[in-house]
T-cell receptor, first 111, second 112 residues
Framework: SQQGEEDPQALSIQEGENATMNCSYK?????LQWYRQNSGRGLVHLIL?????REKHSGRLRVTLDTSKKSSSLLITASRAADTASYFC???????????FGKGTRLSVIA | DVKVTQSSRYLVKRTGEKVFLECVQD?????MFWYRQDPGLGLRLIYF???????EKGDIPEGYSVSREKKERFSLILESASTNQTSMYLC???????????FGQGTRLTVV
């Protein structure tokens, strides 16, 4: 069962611009995580935001969480060509359950 | 540095073969997971394990089985490979429920 739904499916921007990706989910969560996947590789964890947090920063990444709207956004500022990858959100429920991943947003940053 | 290692990056097998995909983690994690990833479908959970010899079905367990005889190793078995099992397979582990997941590099399996 896929809970997270990323939007847009694909995004193409110029180097230096900001990239914003959104994630919506359906049920209550304990936390929400964002992952990055370079082409043909495994996923790498980027950031985790707990359900009682509204915003979190890590370097050029900014994540927001709105539990009332059941949505999150990932902002990458001053994007670089090396940011080209697919980005996934994953939700963690309150019980002993695995993370549930969305289908991802494919980001292309053009130099 | 934490590590999840999958035995092969690329694998080509024939229809009907029994296929073993191996995954080893060196972080003493309780939980281990197998996902498959297909274009447009995202990551779908096949099986997971929360302890040695314990396993649970995920969303798409049909045609697969798993084995966890030791804490660090989680194997995915395709009993009789079929062409619709051609996919990217990703193994992951986590210290506890809801924690950050660590992924292997993936195995791209082609069944011909």
């Amino acid at each position: 069962s896929q809970q997270g739904e990323e939007d847009p499916q694909a995004l193409s921007i110029q180097e230096g611009e900001n990239a914003t990706m959104n994630c919506s989910y359906k049920t209550s969560i304990n936390n929400l995580q964002w992952y990055r996947q370079n082409s043909g590789r495994g996923l790498v964890h980027l950031i985790l935001i707990r359900s009682n947090e509204r915003e979190k920063h890590s370097g050029r990444l900014r994540v927001t969480l709105d539990t009332s709207k059941k949505s999150s956004s990932l902002l990458i500022t001053a994007s670089r060509a090396a940011d080209t990858a697919s980005y996934f959100c994953a939700t963690a429920g309150s019980g002993n359950t695995p993370l549930v991943f969305g289908k991802g947003t494919r980001l292309s940053v053009i130099a | 540095d934490v590590k999840v290692t999958q035995s092969s990056r690329y694998l080509v097998k024939r229809t009907g073969e029994k296929v073993f995909l191996e995954c080893v983690q060196d972080m003493d994690h309780e939980n281990m997971f197998w996902y498959r990833q297909d274009p447009g479908l995202g990551l779908r959970l096949i099986y997971f394990s929360y302890d040695v010899k314990m396993k649970e079905k995920g969303d798409i367990p049909e045609g697969y089985s798993v084995s966890r005889e030791k804490k660090e190793r989680f194997s995915l078995i395709l009993e009789s490979a079929s062409t619709n099992q051609t996919s990217m397979y990703l193994c992951a582990s986590s210290l506890r429920w809801g924690a950050e997941a660590f992924f292997g590099q993936g195995t791209r399996l082609t069944v011909v």
